[in-house]
């Protein structure tokens, strides 16, 4: 053994030694790196944890390093975790993207840990591989639906859609007055997925095994009927003028504004777009509602739910400990409290003990009734299928104005799927 | 080694610096460039996770051609490449002819037209989307007070491509003009006496005088901006993301989205196909423009 490599044991044997007597106090110390992404809420967030935990534990030290989202955020992730220099505990998607990263070979797993009891079965499914538990929700759970604008339902006195038909006399009344009736933002193409991404509610309500036949290639888009609707959807709003002029370049911060401010009456997004609601237009977040995407049926209506991204922690990391206690922290009712404080309550939390506060805007106890016993909800396809095409949403930009009908969109879709599922190595392809 | 076999091999490595000269420069070439290409090569014929990768043969490739869009993003790559150093060929050339002649400002003048060149690419991409908003770009604001409806620059799938190319031009055509003052200022002014003398217009310098002695410059011009052309990725990437749909992707951004969707391979063999691409478009070019400039 060369002496540098029994300093360096002696080191964390020291280190070790010094994580268990401070156990016993409750106090840590050390230091941390926390990656998170870019998104202002992400930072707030992230900074409000750091600020809490380390005045608890002043001799704990935790920086925050920041990446961007979507896909080069993606690269970022993989690249560190596969070149070993991933931060020691760094927040990033649940579900598909998660299988993605490797995570029996590159994540510390946290099953038996004590706070892990407190959270909720279903969000540890979403985090698990290999038999291991390897999350803890970073957010609340989201649904993904249609923000409208109060005034305008009550200035033209229209009632909350149910059903599809129902969506569209309502659209059709608004575009009477005058307004736009829905809001597309394709100038950033992720936004144009939701007509077909939140449709999946009506999708398992028609074809309750569809996300297995599809996983297994034995279920289509372009083929199942009611799978290819969501495109259809898009495609009906298109043609029937509902969209705002300038669809094609309007970015997220704009549809926000202009479903905050009455400049649209409809805009189909995650819920987590009521935070941005809240940090961009807070004197207009009370006029923002939230419903599901209606189907074929009024009688079966209800919401398509995505599970919020999850922290994870490093295999790498040099104090593995430190990591699950700071981990544990996030995931506690304390961790809750504090993001609610720091940017506000956008849906129900994955986790024991944690409470919404009494005041949550509209559009969050809109949503909680699909929740609730006797609401209806169900995950989205990205949660029970690990095939999610990346082309998706260039797919849906295209249906959506008008550049391909919404049949082809769906096969063209099927091919991109076909490309995902040899490369994840499934079988059946 | 016999004695015999030291001054023959001496004899056939007859060179300025012994042989050992060149091992640093051979080192750096093979760690930096002939690794990654040959690393490349054969991550092309994985499947890749960053994690582990399978061999499967050409399969990649099969995938790759058999892309919806990768017919497409051909045809946009060449006709990218062919508006984008024409335009910057012609343009160049007047623009060059005019900053040689005696104009007040030359110099300025000069700088304003090189000033682009100097600027970031996504950062030229970033104020042209502002500027080319379809409501609220000031392009068409400007357009609309003198009663013009503007189109969407971007956002409609037949003009996007242009859009980007347009400014592409706008962005590089200040170092073609360079290249083509360079050009102009060597030619000699005897030539143009002697035309004088023979009683030449203006028009008749600039064809018979002026066009065939900077045919090196136009040379050097098409193969830089031809080859920036085919491989252009940043001002796309900036302005359209290859949108909208699918309109504007290139053979570069449809390498882009294979790795951001997490296929290295295939994104590698992608990589694989576009060094042939502008090998075989480039080369042949490239020889055409110099056999012509010899029979000069």
């Known amino acids: ?4 490599r029994l300093f360096a044991l002696m080191g964390t044997s020291v280190l070790g030694m010094m994580l268990t007597a401070n156990a016993v106090n ?11 992404d870019n998104g202002p809420q992400s930072v707030a967030v992230a900074e409000a944890w750091v600020a809490a935990y380390t005045e608890q534990n002043p001799d704990v030290t935790i920086d925050i390093e920041v990446r961007p989202g979507g896909g080069e955020g993606d690269n970022i992730v993989k690249t560190r975790l596969a070149t070993g220099a991933m931060a020691d505990v ?5 579900g598909s993207l998660f299988q993605a990263i490797n995570p029996v070979q590159n994540l510390l797993p946290v099953t038996n840990e004590a706070w892990q009891e407190g959270i909720q079965d279903s969000f540890k499914t ?17 649904g993904g639906g249609i923000f409208y604008n109060k005034p305008i339902y009550e200035e033209l006195g229209l009632e909350i859609p149910k059903s599809w038909d129902e969506f569209m006399a309502n659209n059709e009344k608004i575009k ?33 095994d569809f996300a297995e036949k599809f996983t297994t290639n034995e279920a289509k888009f372009a083929t199942s009927p009611a799978a290819v609707k969501g495109f259809d959807r898009l495609q009906d709003v298109f043609e029937a003028g509902y969209l705002n002029a300038d669809f094609g370049a309007a970015t997220y911060p704009d549809g926000i504004r202009m479903v905050a401010t009455g400049e649209g009456a409809h805009y189909p997004m995650l819920t987590f777009g009521i935070g941005a609601i809240a940090e961009t237009q807070p004197d207009h977040l009370q006029d923002v509602g939230f419903f599901a995407q209606p189907g074929d049926s009024a009688d079966s209506n209800g919401l398509t739910t995505w599970m919020p991204d999850s922290v994870y922690i490093a295999k790498t990391t040099a104090s593995p400990d430190l990591a ?6 996030i995931g506690s009712p304390a961790g809750c409290d504090i993001r609610n404080e ?27 009734p699909y929740f609730q016993e006797g609401g209806q909800n169900a995950p989205a396809l990205e949660f029970l299928s690990p095939i999610k095409g ?24 099927d091919e991109d799927v076909r490309k995902q599922a040899q490369q994840l190595g499934l079988e059946g392809w | 080694m016999t004695a015999a076999a030291v001054p023959a091999m001496k004899a056939r490595r007859r060179s300025l610096y012994p042989g050992w000269f060149y091992a640093p420069a051979a080192a750096i070439y093979a760690v930096l460039f002939l690794a990654p290409t040959f690393a490349s090569l054969y991550f092309s014929l994985t499947r890749w996770t960053l994690f582990d990768s399978v061999f499967i043969g050409f399969e990649n490739f099969a995938q790759f051609f058999r892309e919806p869009f990768l017919i497409q993003g051909l045809v946009n790559t060449v006709i990218y490449a062919v508006i984008t150093s024409g335009l910057k060929v012609v343009l160049g050339m007047l623009l060059a002819l005019m900053l040689t002649s005696q104009i007040v400002a030359r110099g300025y003048l000069r700088s304003v037209i090189f000033f682009p060149v100097l600027v970031s690419t996504v950062g030229v991409g970033m104020t042209f989307t502002v500027l080319m908003h379809p409501t609220v770009g000031m392009i068409n604001q400007g357009l609309a007070t003198l009663g013009i409806q503007g189109p969407g620059w971007l956002v409609d799938p037949k003009l996007a491509l242009f859009s980007v190319a347009l400014v592409d031009v706008w962005k590089g055509v200040g170092l073609a003009t360079v290249i083509y003052i360079a050009g102009l200022v060597a030619i000699p002014k005897d030539y143009y006496e002697a035309a004088r003398i023979d009683g030449a217009t203006s028009l008749q310098n600039f064809f018979y005088v002026t066009l065939p002695l900077s045919r090196p410059a136009t040379a050097t011009v098409i193969t830089l901006s031809f080859i920036g052309g085919l491989r252009t990725f940043d001002l796309i990437w900036a302005m359209t993301k290859g949108g909208p749909g699918f309109a504007s992707d290139t053979v570069a951004s449809v390498i882009y989205k294979q790795y951001q969707a997490g296929f290295y391979g295939l994104s590698t063999a992608g990589n694989v196909v576009l060094f042939v691409l502008i090998a075989v478009l480039v080369v042949p070019l490239t020889m055409f423009l110099n056999r012509k400039q010899g029979h000069e």
Do not use: H
């Not at chain 1, 760094?90 to 649940?94: A, D, L, R, V």
């Not at chain 1, 009494?358 to 106890?365: E, G, I």
């Not at chain 1, 998706?392 to 879709?413: D, H, K």
């Open chain 1, 1 to 4: 053994m060369t002496k540098t």
């Open chain 1, 26 to 36: 409750a106090q840590q110390s050390g230091y941390l790196s926390f990656l998170i």
């Open chain 1, 90 to 94: 760094f927040f990033y998607n649940s």
């Open chain 1, 126 to 142: 979403v985090v698990s591989a290999g038999g291991e538990v390897y999350g803890t929700p970073f957010a609340p759970a989201m």
């Open chain 1, 176 to 208: 009477a007055a005058g307004k736009v009736a829905v809001i597309q933002t394709y100038g950033e193409s992720w936004t144009s997925q939701l007509f077909v991404l939140a449709d999946f509610f009506n999708v398992l309500a028609a074809e309750p």
């Open chain 1, 324 to 329: 699950k206690d700071f981990v544990g922290f």
């Open chain 1, 342 to 368: 720091a940017v506000g309550a956008t849906g129900p939390y994955m986790i024991a003990g944690c409470e919404l506060p009494a005041d949550v805007p509209p559009a969050v106890s809109d949503m909680l």
């Open chain 1, 390 to 413: 990346p082309a998706l949403e260039q797919i849906t930009v295209e249906v959506g104005s008008g550049i391909r009908p919404a049949a082809e969109g769906a096969a063209l879709y």
